[in-house]
């Protein structure tokens, strides 16, 4: 059983340079986030989804797109990457949020040089 | 702002014994917490939650108590275990928002 499965694992960019994380989960849940972490910090929330062809902003969207249009998949995309993107991202997934336990990928650790 | 606060950044304790994280959260608004654990180079697992309508959750060695009029959770272990090393993130949320909102975390290391 897979679960929330993101790809890449790793990857470097340079500095305005664009890509796209992937996230996809089979547990056919409604809730997808993506959180991203820095050192010595909490997961911040940057995008989430309360289903197909709905997406809102979290805490720090800016800089970031996502887009909704499977239950399963819910890709992350960076336009022009900065070095402050630097970070561990994690995309997570949830039957719902209020009482609901989020159920996390193995992230994706992103380097902007 | 930081909503939910977990002030130790690092906790070593003796296997055998109890281990007790500690968390604070600043909106009154939250009425679920939860705790993750999280081992390097994985994603955070769900460990045990509770509801703002109580104050006490207990699954096996896990025991989580919540103080609603301090604003503050804490989560024991006992006995600890090596195994149990890790990272544990504090995480809460309310019903009329869809975020959770989590902790900076407290790394556990658990001694033989």
């Known amino acids: 059983n897979a679960g929330v499965t993101q790809t890449p694992k790793f990857r470097i960019l340079k500095i305005g340079q664009s890509m796209t994380l992937q996230c996809t989960q089979d547990m056919n849940h409604n809730y997808m986030y993506w959180y991203r972490q820095d050192p010595g910090m909490g997961l911040k929330l940057i995008y989430y989804?309360?289903?197909?062809?709905?997406?809102d902003k979290g805490e720090v969207p800016n800089g970031y797109n996502v887009s909704r249009s499977t239950t399963e998949d819910f890709p992350l995309r960076l336009e022009l990457a900065a070095p402050s993107q630097t970070s561990v991202y994690f995309c997570?997934?949830?039957?719902?949020?209020?009482?609901?336990?989020?159920?996390f990928g193995e992230g994706s650790r992103l380097t902007v040089l | 702002d930081q909503q939910v606060k977990q002030n130790s950044p690092s906790l070593s304790v003796q296997e055998g014994r109890i281990s007790i994280l500690n968390c604070d959260y600043t909106n009154s608004m939250f009425d679920y917490f939860l705790w993750y654990k999280k081992y390097p180079a994985e994603g955070p697992t769900f460990l045990i939650s509770?509801?703002?309508?109580?104050d006490k959750n207990e699954d096996g060695r896990f025991t989580v108590f919540l103080n609603k009029s301090a604003k503050h959770l804490s989560l024991h272990i006992v006995p600890s275990q090596p195994g149990d090393s890790a990272v544990y993130f504090c995480?809460?949320?309310?019903?009329?928002?869809?975020?959770?909102?989590f902790g900076a975390g407290t790394r556990l290391t658990v001694k033989p």
């Open positions: 997570a997934s949830s039957y719902g949020v209020s009482t609901g336990e989020l159920f």
């Open positions: 509770i509801s703002s309508i109580k």
């Open positions: 995480a809460a949320s309310g019903v009329d928002n869809n975020d959770m909102r």
């Open positions: 989804s309360v289903g197909a062809g709905i997406t």
